[in-house]
């Protein structure tokens, strides 16, 4: 299909062609593992196991290039096996990376607790100051990794200044584009490498799969990550492939509900009493409103926000929360509520990373946002 069409377009079109064989709309689940060859080596359009490859899978990873602008995209098992594989074939024992401030505690337990026994290294900066990101870089730096809107504190990176940065050192730039979705930015147009997703969030968009993705554009690099996707094996599997190929249908209409709730909530948190600062890049007031008004359509559903109280007060407004459930994950279309110190980044406790313990992280789904909102304001009391 044709990048010319609208985002809207290519997310229900791109690679949803219909059954050859009977003309269905919507890609069957290919829930096989081998594939009859006509004669050694005769392959079906290139099928022979499922872990090289499968129908669905392939499916969602044309969808995943289109959406993203790339010339590829590949689907993993969870977003951290993408992420993992990603490492794997852009480094090398003694490689160098710097790492966002602000980042999942996931990919900061796979850096610090599994690529650093691999012999891996890395810096943590800033990535909103490019001149930090600059001064992280050493002699041995192979990337960049940025996460924007960030997680939990939803901190904002000028995309093409530290890609910028990156082509200077000559080294890759690697974006986590999960809290945003290819919606909302698309950082391969902005002169990142590669985009890094988390399909368990706002693409698949249900809490009802868990699945990553990489998005490249360079064609040796996408072979590349292709040749290891195949030797380590992490692959989506064909019905969750098919789940998040289901739930891309929606993302459009899901973003744009989820940014208008999360914008009156934030509006609501930043004039409550009991909230001592509210962290949501469409306010005026946030650091990084003016870059994200610049790369981003809108600015998403996710909300953070620190109570006046400290940390207890925090954890009791995440327990007196009914509307909004406690749960880790994000990006679903009810709303959910977590504490990161205690939940999602309790790896990076004690580290560079840490969150505040006053912190509260809200994934504001796409319900009656007047329900949201009185829901907030019993819960903080």
Same mark, same amino acid.
């Given at each position: 299909?044709?990048?010319?069409?609208?985002? =809207?377009?290519?997310?229900?079109?791109?690679?949803?062609?219909?059954?050859?064989?009977?003309?269905?709309?919507?890609?069957?689940?290919?829930?096989?593992?081998?594939?009859?060859?006509?004669?050694?080596?005769?392959?079906?359009?290139?099928?022979?196991?499922?872990r090289?490859?499968?129908?669905?899978?392939?499916?969602l990873?044309?969808?995943?290039?289109?959406?993203?602008?790339?010339?590829?995209g590949?689907?993993?098992?969870?977003?951290?096996?993408?992420?993992?594989?990603?490492?794997? *074939?852009?480094?090398?024992?003694?490689?160098?990376?710097?790492?966002?401030?602000?980042?999942?505690?996931?990919?900061?337990?796979?850096?610090?607790?599994?690529?650093?026994?691999?012999?891996?290294?890395?810096?943590?900066?800033?990535?909103?100051? #490019?001149?930090?990101?600059?001064?992280?870089? *050493?002699?041995?730096?192979? /990337?960049?990794? #940025?996460?924007?809107?960030?997680?939990?504190?939803?901190?904002?990176?000028?995309?093409?200044?530290?890609?910028?940065?990156?082509?200077?050192?000559?080294?890759?730039l690697?974006?986590?584009?999960?809290?945003?979705?290819?919606?909302?930015?698309?950082?391969?147009?902005?002169?990142?490498? #590669?985009? #890094?997703?988390?399909?368990t969030?706002?693409?698949?968009?249900?809490?009802?799969?868990?699945?990553?993705?990489?998005?490249?554009?360079?064609?040796?690099?996408?072979?590349?990550?292709?040749?290891?996707?195949?030797?380590?094996?992490?692959? /989506?599997?064909?019905?969750?492939?098919?789940?998040v190929?289901?739930?891309?249908?929606?993302?459009?209409v899901?973003?744009?509900?989820?940014?208008?709730?999360?914008?009156?909530?934030?509006?609501?948190? *930043?004039?409550?009493?009991?909230?001592?600062?509210?962290?949501?890049?469409?306010?005026?007031?946030?650091p990084?409103?003016e870059?994200?008004?610049?790369?981003?359509?809108?600015?998403?559903?996710?909300?953070?926000?620190?109570?006046?109280?400290? =940390?207890?007060?925090?954890?009791?407004?995440?327990?007196?929360?009914?509307?909004?459930?406690?749960? =880790?994950?994000?990006?679903?279309?009810?709303?959910?509520?977590?504490?990161?110190?205690?939940?999602?980044?309790?790896?990076?406790?004690?580290?560079?990373?840490?969150?505040?313990?006053?912190?509260?992280?809200?994934?504001?789904?796409?319900?009656?946002?007047?329900?949201?909102?009185?829901?907030?304001?019993?819960?903080?009391?």
């Amino acid at each position: 299909m044709s990048d010319q069409h609208s985002f =809207e377009t290519l997310a229900i079109h791109a690679g949803n062609t219909a059954d050859p064989l009977t003309g269905a709309v919507v890609p069957p689940i290919y829930q096989v593992s081998t594939y009859k060859q006509d004669g050694v080596g005769g392959l079906r359009g290139g099928y022979e196991y499922s872990r090289s490859a499968n129908p669905t899978r392939t499916a969602l990873e044309e969808n995943l290039a289109a959406l993203e602008g790339g010339r590829r995209g590949l689907a993993f098992a969870s977003g951290l096996a993408a992420e993992d594989c990603l490492l794997r *074939t852009l480094l090398t024992p003694g490689d160098h990376v710097v790492i966002p401030n602000d980042a999942y505690g996931g990919t900061f337990r796979l850096f610090a607790k599994v690529a650093s026994r691999w012999g891996v290294e890395f810096s943590v900066a800033d990535t909103s100051d #490019v001149s930090a990101v600059r001064a992280a870089l *050493t002699p041995r730096t192979k /990337a960049i990794w #940025v996460e924007t809107p960030s997680n939990p504190l939803l901190g904002i990176t000028d995309i093409a200044a530290v890609a910028g940065v990156a082509r200077q050192a000559g080294v890759r730039l690697v974006v986590d584009n999960t809290f945003a979705s290819p919606y909302l930015q698309q950082p391969l147009s902005l002169g990142a490498d #590669v985009v #890094v997703h988390s399909t368990t969030k706002y693409m698949g968009g249900h809490s009802d799969v868990v699945g990553g993705a990489l998005v490249v554009s360079d064609p040796e690099l996408a072979e590349e990550l292709a040749y290891h996707q195949n030797a380590m094996g992490a692959v /989506a599997g064909p019905f969750d492939a098919w789940l998040v190929l289901r739930g891309i249908k929606t993302l459009a209409v899901r973003m744009d509900r989820h940014d208008a709730n999360a914008t009156k909530v934030a509006d609501l948190l *930043t004039r409550h009493p009991k909230v001592s600062q509210v962290l949501y890049p469409g306010l005026p007031e946030h650091p990084g409103h003016e870059v994200a008004a610049k790369q981003m359509k809108a600015f998403g559903g996710m909300v953070s926000f620190r109570v006046a109280g400290g =940390e207890e007060a925090a954890v009791e407004v995440c327990n007196r929360a009914k509307l909004f459930t406690l749960g =880790e994950s994000l990006g679903g279309v009810e709303s959910l509520i977590e504490h990161p110190g205690r939940m999602t980044h309790a790896s990076t406790a004690g580290s560079l990373l840490e969150v505040p313990a006053d912190l509260v992280r809200l994934s504001v789904g796409i319900e009656n946002a007047d329900d949201l909102m009185a829901d907030l304001t019993q819960a903080l009391g």
